[in-house]
């Protein structure tokens, strides 16, 4: 391992100075893990992982790699980037999960309003079970929980329930961030703010988040989960925007919808549609006019255990009956809450015993206007992706005015526009691509993007040169610099992104 000598007496001076639970060198397990992610892809190796305890002892880390000729520093969560976006060559890599692990704080505000305050490397899936324990949820949730806090805050946290609440970013009201000069601020909309906004999905560019307050509300006890098939995208796009568009309480709590091969490809197609293995998908019932693809929409009711379920049956009646799916082909089921919120973690732990967990995932999340989504699904879904991926293809309308626009995040203009996430998780398929093929796959969807000048943004994307983060960040570009040079002026944090070169 090459290093300059200054450097390995700071790394070794760090050593001894902070409060550390565990510091990776260049022969142990952990130090492996910092050079490597879930997308299997880039591997990087820093100089050293560190694991500090207190936001005290990371702000000592970062005021030191500051002082230094060289060092970076790069917070890892839970090690979910795809493309390297967590790593640091030859610097310093953070292990978040270690600092402040554990100090959940339930905060009453004003009138009826309650927040939990975390840390930025606490899991969602643990602050959802410490939520449910005090009968209360955050309002917005990702479809996988095993992220940290500080990580979809520095993106935006997408999911299901966007459409009403906004995404993560839009349901914090606080945050504590040590900036690039090492300096611990506490920051909200009314103090500190432009810290605040740019942090929020800020890709880890001006500070690290070490702690959120999180805007909660009472949950619910139960989820009517109802999957719909159809055999006509238009129709299906038409019914999820009326349902994202319609007054609370006219629509369910959470929609999202996926395409899937119109085929009995046990994986790609619809045998993956039913909720329960007692229940059969009629492919008979699919109109002989279907295309290679099949959308189903995926909504979900909230209620409590003391509902009366035929109040529910008809509430979900109402709603259903002006939906336009295939007669037939609609499948539901009674779920807790909780276990609806961690549906993803069993395809996770699958996925792992069939060894998929641990094959590279080159994903590819775009934002598109409502106003492209059709021509989109003629050359993408229905041409480049017909015959599937080995996991999920997900389609879904939110509104623009869920976000906001305060925060660093770019979207396209349109006021409704879709999530599209290309999902591989490595599942067992016939012909499985190289991972080679793949990554060309996802240049080729962009290159449609691009030919056909969609009104679209690139979501938890790495561009290898700033270029190309200009043109993303578009007119946004000259606050996010300017962010740059006051919070973070050597550009020391978050190098795997490559937007700004180590001063």
């Known amino acids: 391992m090459a290093i300059r000598g200054g450097t390995l007496i700071l790394m070794l001076c760090l050593i001894v100075a902070v409060n550390a639970q565990d510091i990776g060198t260049d022969n142990s397990t952990n130090y492996d893990a910092a050079a490597k992610d879930f997308g299997g892809i880039i591997s990087v190796k820093p100089l050293a992982f560190l694991a500090p305890l207190k936001s005290d002892d990371l702000a000592r880390i970062v005021r030191s790699a500051y002082d230094s000729d060289n060092l970076t520093v790069a917070a890892r969560g839970n090690g979910h980037s795809t493309n390297g976006q967590a790593m640091a060559k030859g610097g310093l890599v953070i292990a978040m999960r270690s600092v402040e692990s554990g100090h959940f704080r339930l905060v009453k505000a004003n009138g009826s309003a309650y927040y ?103 949950a619910p006890e139960y989820v009517r989960w109802i999957r719909l098939v159809y055999a006509e995208f238009d129709e299906f796009t038409q019914d999820a925007e009326s349902l994202i568009t319609a007054p609370e309480g006219q629509s369910f ?38 295309g290679p693809m099949l959308y189903f929409l995926e909504v979900a009711l909230h209620y409590k255990n003391n509902d009366s379920r035929t109040a529910i049956d008809a509430t979900v009646d109402v709603l259903l009956r002006r939906l336009r799916y295939v007669d037939g082909l609609e499948f539901q089921a009674d779920v807790s809450y909780r276990d609806f919120l961690l549906r993803v973690k069993q395809e996770e732990q699958e996925a792992r015993v069939q060894g998929a967990w641990y094959k590279p995932h080159p994903w590819l999340n775009i934002f598109l206007s409502r106003t492209d989504i059709a021509k989109f699904d003629q050359a993408v879904f229905k041409t480049v992706l017909k015959d599937g991926i080995g996991g999920r293809l997900l389609v879904y309308p939110v509104l623009r005015h869920k976000f906001d626009d305060r925060t660093s995040l770019v979207l396209p203009e349109a006021e409704i526009f879709y999530i599209v996430s290309i999902l591989r998780l490595g599942l067992p398929i016939p012909n499985e691509p190289s991972v080679e093929s793949m990554i060309a796959q996802n240049k080729e969807i962009i290159k449609v993007c691009e030919d056909n000048a969609f009104d679209y943004k690139l979501y938890l994307w790495n561009y290898e040169t700033q270029e190309e983060w200009k043109t993303h960040f578009g007119k946004k570009w000259g606050i996010f610099a300017g962010r740059k040079m006051i919070f973070d002026p050597k550009a020391i944090l978050s190098p795997g992104q490559n937007i700004f070169t180590r001063v």
């Open 116 to 218: 939990a305050d975390v840390p930025g490397g606490a899991l969602w899936e643990d602050v959802l079970d410490w939520c449910l324990g005090q009968g209360l949820s955050p309002r917005s949730m990702t479809d996988y929980l095993a992220l940290t806090v500080g990580g979809t805050l520095s993106n935006a946290g997408v999911g299901g329930h966007t459409f009403r609440y906004g995404p993560h970013t839009s349901n914090v009201v606080g945050l504590e961030v040590i900036t690039g000069k090492g300096e611990q601020v506490v920051c909200s909309e009314k103090e500190n703010m432009e810290l605040f906004f740019g942090a929020l999905s800020g890709l880890g560019q001006f500070g690290i988040i070490t702690r959120a307050r999180i805007l909660l509300q009472p």
């Open 253 to 290: 709590n959470y929609i999202e919808g996926t395409a899937v091969v119109n085929s009995d490809d046990p994986i790609n197609g619809w045998p993956s549609v039913p909720l329960h293995p007692n229940q059969t998908f009629n492919s008979t019932l699919i109109p002989k006019s279907a």
